[in-house]
Structures are given as structure tokens and as C-alpha cells.
């Protein structure tokens, strides 16, 4: 029932910037903690950046200074603006969100299938 559908990879020149978006829809009761996880290939997901519903920020050393994520909760939305990229930036980027789909449940991760962001040198 929940989705999560990412939107804005491509590819992009070393130094440029590219913007990624994610809509959350579906039977939603409420969504927590929302971010950007990234996989190369041969490598781990790793977590790139989170937000949570009170603004709270978090980010990967490696992205630090250059990416900045933001949420619009009332249109269950997260988005990370990639400037200053660097080829290691290179990898798949899933969004996440931590939903609770009704009042009487727990919460439980949900997940994008990803969006291929390649960057060039």
C-alpha cells in the first residue's frame, strides 16, 4: 500500500549540481524519520543523509557541507539537493522512510527501488 518513488537522478559533470525528490503515498498514519541511502557498486548501502519530522539533520561525513536534505511533511515529501559532486558520489540512491501505517501499529521501514546518479569526471 505505502510507495516511495524517487525522482531526479541522471547523470551529471564532477563540480555540477543535481536535486533528488521522493513522494511517500499510500495508507500513511504517520512517517518518522525519512532519508537518502546510496549503494556503489561492489559496496555497502550506506546512509547518506536523514531528517526527521521535527527538522532533526544527519549526514554522512563524505557529503558533508555539499548535500542538504529537506522534507515537506505536509506533502510527504523528502528531497536531497547534490552540489559540488564527485565521481565517489556515484551509486544508486534509495529514499527511506519510517512509517507507522495506523494508530495501533509500530513502525517499520519502507524503501524506494532507487535512482542511478552518475557522476563524471
Request: net charge positive; glycine share 14%; charged share 15%.
Amino acid at each position: 500500500q505505502v510507495q516511495l518513488v524517487e525522482s531526479g537522478g541522471g547523470l551529471v559533470q564532477a563540480g555540477g549540481s543535481l536535486r533528488l525528490s521522493c513522494a511517500a503515498s499510500g495508507t500513511i498514519f504517520s512517517i518518522n524519520a525519512m532519508g537518502w541511502y546510496r549503494q556503489a557498486p561492489g559496496k555497502q548501502r550506506e546512509l547518506v543523509a536523514a531528517v526527521t519530522s521535527g527538522g532533526t539533520t544527519n549526514y554522512a561525513d563524505s557529503v558533508k557541507g555539499r548535500f542538504t536534505i529537506s522534507r515537506d511533511n505536509a506533502k510527504k515529501t523528502v528531497s536531497l539537493q547534490m552540489n559540488s559532486s564527485k565521481p565517489e558520489d556515484t551509486a544508486v540512491y534509495y529514499c527511506h522512510a519510517d512509517i507507522q501505517i495506523n494508530w495501533w501499529g509500530g513502525r517499520g521501514d519502507y524503501w524506494g527501488k532507487g535512482t542511478l546518479v552518475t557522476v563524471s569526471s
